[in-house]
């Protein structure tokens, strides 16, 4: 089986520096750590039962989806979107409620891992059809649990639910299943969630060319003699009367006022400017909240840190100035 895993903070040997195990803790959390040693332990069971015929991809993040989607395996027997849980306890799966057994009531659990689960495959298959994949109707959802006090009651769940117990045995039913997926549209499903191609090109628009204009209708635009409009020049310009009488024949008529300066000639209508109103500030401290145990962490961080500094404070003193019962 290949695996292609891009899980963020590890190295390419998997593993996790003290640094990168800080930023992963406060950026998801403590106990993701947790469930990427369980899905370790998974994909080491999945080993075992398939050839490379299969590819698992781990914890990628499809174009146009936000969050990583921990396994996603592809193979001849069909497309699966798995998570897997580490968390001990007594489960019940019903329809599309998961919940954890309580004293003798049923408690709901966020996160509801069933209904993540289906949206993840659902998102997974309809970003295949959009690339070209519509004959791919079904997308398994599984649900796995690594831990072996992990114990799910299934009431006809909206998801498959695999129990530590059965989980060889699910590894050795997926080849067994019947083949829907050629070697060919495996590899192009894997390659079109690793690297999708680009959107096609949009069609430049068709210019229409003009007809150019036929003899007959130059001739005529040729015999039309050009529109002139009648202007006359005001009394008051100042002209003598003979060159008044000359003016007045003409056809061209002048307005009987002018502007007087440039502002006047220029100054806009001040009801014609529009009003614009202020731009909103976002705010930014919004999204740098820290979780309450993200705080915790980050005051623990520091009262370590102050403890060390006073450490090496109380040893350097001790070095440069030692006590008279020492010298004695």
Known sequence: MKIIDQTPFFNENGELSFIDRVR???????????????????????????????????????????????????????????????????????????GILSGSSIKAENPNLLSRTERMARAIQV????????????????????????????????????????????????PQSRIVLSPESAFDIVNRLLNPPPPPPSKPAETEQAAPPTPEVVSQAQSVSPFVPAMTFPASAGLPAADQESVSSSPFT????????????????????????????????????????????????????VLIIAAFAFLIAITMNPPLILLK
Do not use: H
């Open 127 to 174: 970003y295949l059809q959009r690339q070209g994949y519509v004959d791919l109707f079904n997308v398994e959802a599984i649900l796995l649990c690594s831990d072996p006090a992990t114990n799910v009651d299934s009431m006809r769940p909206i998801i498959r639910v695999i129990m530590r117990d059965m989980l060889e045995r699910f590894a050795a039913s997926i």
């Open 254 to 305: 002048l307005p009987e006022t002018f502007p007087t300066t440039v502002e006047e000639s220029v100054s806009p209508d001040p009801g014609s400017i529009p009003e614009t109103s202020p731009t909103p500030v976002p705010n930014l401290l919004a999204r740098w909240k820290l979780t309450r145990n993200q705080v915790l962490l980050l005051v623990g961080m520091a009262v370590i840190w």
């Open 24 to 98: 992963a803790t406060m950026e998801y959390g403590p106990g993701w750590i947790k469930e990427i040693e369980a899905t370790k332990s998974v994909i080491s069971v999945l080993k075992k039962s398939l050839d490379k015929n299969y590819t698992l991809l781990c914890n990628i993040t499809p174009p146009g989806l936000d969050a990583r989607i921990p396994l996603i395996l592809v193979g001849p027997t069909g497309l699966f979107v798995m998570i897997v849980t580490a968390k001990p306890g007594m489960f019940r799966a019903k329809g599309d409620q998961w």
